[in-house]
């Protein structure tokens, strides 16, 4: 993608309705990028999620990013195109042609999925069926989704749509509202 392609007006828009944009990058470049864009002072943000890396001497608990290849910026106008300067960024994330806006709400999402202790998974399948269901307790309350399994915990999957990825996130039963039930 040509950077020229958005013009001042877009990404002023975007500041103005509290939105992220998604960088795609190269493969393990995320943390290079986010030191060098926070340099140029350029916010920038990789959601992390901490794993067990095993070589021949040894086995480290390492930070990974949760979605690899992302790193979501908070551009101002004057640093959009200065962006484009960081070795290691590939494109801005488009979906069906236009950029991928994140509100800040679902970057607070991913930051609380960054904190819990639970086993949160990231996954980009669309998943169409069960119930529709909203978390009423807990650190995702207020968020909706729909159920993937049940039993004492439900795995919820709530859906990031700019990014076409899905949150799965274990929650207690009694934590969970049905919505909408699934009509066949």
Not at 108 to 127: F, G, T
Request: proline letters at 4%.
């Amino acid at each position: 993608m040509c950077p020229s392609t958005i013009n001042e007006y877009s990404i002023k828009n975007c500041r103005e309705e509290n939105k992220w944009i998604a960088i795609y990058t190269k493969a393990r470049h995320e943390k290079q990028v986010q030191r060098q864009l926070e340099l140029m002072g350029i916010e920038a943000y990789i959601p992390l999620k901490k794993e067990y890396h095993r070589w021949s001497d040894r086995v480290k608990l390492v930070d990974v990013p949760l979605i690899p290849s992302y790193v979501f910026v908070d551009p101002n106008p004057t640093q959009y195109l200065k962006m484009f300067t960081v070795n290691g960024i590939v494109n801005v994330v488009k979906f069906h042609g236009r950029i991928a806006y994140i509100r800040d709400e679902e970057i607070e999402l991913l930051k609380k999925a960054e904190k819990c202790d639970e086993v949160v998974l990231i996954s980009n399948e669309e998943y169409k069926e069960n119930d529709e269901v909203e978390i009423v307790e807990g650190m995702f309350a207020g968020y909706k989704g729909r159920v993937v399994d049940s039993g004492n915990k439900c795995k919820v999957v709530i859906r990031i749509e700019p990014i076409e990825y899905s949150l799965v996130v274990d929650v207690e039963s009694k934590y969970v509202r049905l919505l909408a039930p699934v009509v066949v």
